[in-house]
RNA sequence: GGGGGCGUAGCUCAAUCUGGCAGAGCAAUGGACUCUUAAUCCAUAGGUUGAAGGUUCGAUUCCUUCCGCCCUCACCA
């Protein structure tokens, strides 16, 4: 039948419900249970009386939910609904227990409906649990069908345009985001227990600073003024710090105006923390805590080995120390006949980067304007990365592309920072934090030159962050960890699609 | 933006390669049935084959353009 055509069956049940004195879109009341409830009232099903046994004064509950799955014959009818508890029960419906008018609502009621039923708990015969209704009536009727009971919606592009029926129908994707929430929680609450204090900081920033990427632009009408979506709310945060609160992270949504890809969605969430005191060397421990913590929690490993966590169809092992490899060794030990002589040789590096660039002009061009950090990086990136499977903590980043950070006291061209890789995806991003303000200067001119020069993605020279950092910013590590990413790691997770519940997509006319 | 794939009933899928009346299951409608579990049985109805154009006696099928989605490369987290 036309999707009109049922759509129109439906509005004319809804108008037979009202005759018969029910609202289909009726006003809230009170609803005493929750599926939950039934099982915990009464955990094993051998306990509960079959039908003729169910005493005069049984407890009664109070469901409402919505249908999934009606089986009618004759003058009875099977029920199986959910409700907010996210648990599935049965209603047994008979035409003996029930009023003249209840009865004739079940014969209005469709799947998709909202229903409210009260009665006893007991046992049918074929041995599952049943709510036996006493009274039975119908909250809200749903004019629109369920996909194929079976099969559910399948259709990638109608369940993320129309998330709400994805959710209904398939139990895995609810799982999905019941798993993203309970980690967000975990996640506030480790900090909250270490003295880190939630904070939110502008979302529509005048500079385009914090990280390297390109923005989105909107505008304030009254004040006539163009504005940036925050890429990162890093330099906030910072500023923060030198106001004192020394511990603060902040949960929320960035925005880059890029590519979207199965890792990529224009809008994503991130977790940015920074604390005063501590060194990059902490961050490594606290994050290996954290994901662990989070792991265990969420029970996401295998049942015998919880730190073990399948993944894309591997298992991506959790069980700490996780190795921490600097790019360089990395590099090295992964790439065939090079020596260690050869990685502080610039023109060698340059040739093997240029064997790696696959004669890609693009590529070839960026190389030619490379330094040594950023050689080594790129060899990094071509030969290592994808190839990283448990959690590993990578070191020794140039400074050139780490304009935040502190460098080395040691090796003045390298940042104290790392990037944390899981299953061949950066995960988490951190480092000391460049707290001389004079360094910072410089930092943000050697940006200014490079837009100059061409590079697109570059940070705005921002003024008053440099004269806060003159205000003195106490010893700092800060971290920024992907938190859409770690949850498709967390939940099997093969798209950024899947864990975000109402991803990007054009407008559908 | 480049390359590849997909789009058929409300949903899940056939038919497309090799052009010849567009089909099934679920859902729906009418009927039978007081223990179903993807209930069963009988009957009925449901289509702008993503859109537009072209080739052809004839197009869901072949060609072109457009729209949407997926994968991939590039940019990035």
């Not at 006003?27 to 009464?42: E, F, G, M, W, Y």
């Not at 209904?168 to 980690?183: L, S």
């Not at 990529?264 to 990059?280: G, S």
Request: aromatic share 8%; net charge negative.
């Amino acid at each position: 039948m036309a999707e009109e055509d049922l759509i129109q069956v439906r509005r004319e049940k809804a108008a037979s419900l009202r005759e018969l004195g029910v609202h289909p879109f009726g006003v809230a009341q009170p609803v005493r249970h929750t599926i939950s409830d039934l099982l915990r009232a009464v955990p094993s099903v051998d306990d509960l009386p079959d039908e003729p046994g169910i005493a005069e004064d049984a407890p009664v509950f109070e469901i409402a939910g919505r249908v999934l799955a009606i089986r009618r014959f004759g003058k009875g009818a099977f029920l199986r609904m959910r409700d907010r508890s996210l648990e599935e029960n049965q209603l047994f419906l008979s035409k003996a227990a029930l009023s003249d008018r209840d009865w004739q609502v079940l014969g209005l009621t469709d799947v998709g409906d909202y229903v409210l039923a009260r009665g006893p708990q007991f046992r049918t015969r074929r041995g599952d649990r049943a709510l036996r209704a006493s009274s039975f009536t119908v909250l809200t009727k749903a004019l629109r069908p369920l996909p194929e009971k079976w099969h559910g919606l399948a259709d990638k592009e109608l369940r993320y345009r129309q998330r709400y029926v994805d959710l209904i129908a398939n139990e895995d994707v609810r799982r999905v985001f019941v798993t993203r929430t309970k980690a967000i929680a975990f996640i506030r609450r480790f900090f909250d227990d270490r003295g880190f204090m939630e904070v939110e900081t502008p979302m529509m920033h005048s500079l385009v600073s914090g990280a390297t990427a390109r923005p989105f632009i909107t505008h304030h009408n009254a004040l006539d003024l163009d504005l940036f979506m925050r890429i990162a709310p890093e330099l906030y945060l910072k500023r923060l710090v030198v106001g004192g609160f020394e511990r603060v992270y902040e949960l929320g949504r960035n925005f880059r105006n890029e590519g979207l890809s199965p890792r990529h969605n224009p809008e994503f969430t991130m977790l940015e923390f920074y604390w005063a005191h501590a060194t990059w060397n902490d961050l490594m421990e606290l994050t290996e805590e954290m994901i662990v913590g989070l792991v265990r929690e969420l029970g996401v490993g295998n049942p015998e080995d919880p730190l073990k966590v399948p993944c894309g169809g591997d298992v991506i092992d959790f069980t700490p120390p996780w190795p921490r490899v600097s790019m360089r060794e990395a590099v090295l030990a992964r790439m065939e006949g090079v020596a260690e002589a050869d990685l502080d040789d610039v023109e060698k590096l340059r040739e093997l980067a240029r064997g790696q660039a696959g004669g890609d002009p693009k590529k070839e061009g960026e190389i030619e304007r490379m330094g040594h950090g950023e050689l080594i990086g790129f060899l990094f990136e071509e030969t290592v990365e994808s190839h990283l499977h448990r959690p590993t903590f990578i070191t020794g980043f140039p400074v050139s592309v780490s304009p935040l950070a502190r460098r080395n006291d040691e090796q003045p061209d390298i940042a104290d920072r790392f990037e944390l890789m899981i299953a061949g995806r950066e995960v988490a991003n951190a480092f000391n934090e460049l707290g001389d303000p004079d360094d910072q200067r410089l930092r943000f001119e050697a940006q200014t030159a490079a837009r100059e020069a061409g590079v697109e993605e570059t940070m705005d020279y921002d003024e008053d962050y440099i004269r806060a950092l003159e205000h003195g910013m106490p010893p700092t590590a800060g971290e920024g960890i992907g938190i859409d990413r770690l949850v498709m790691l967390l939940t099997d997770s093969p798209s950024i699609r899947d864990v975000i519940l109402f991803p990007l997509m054009r407008p559908a006319d």
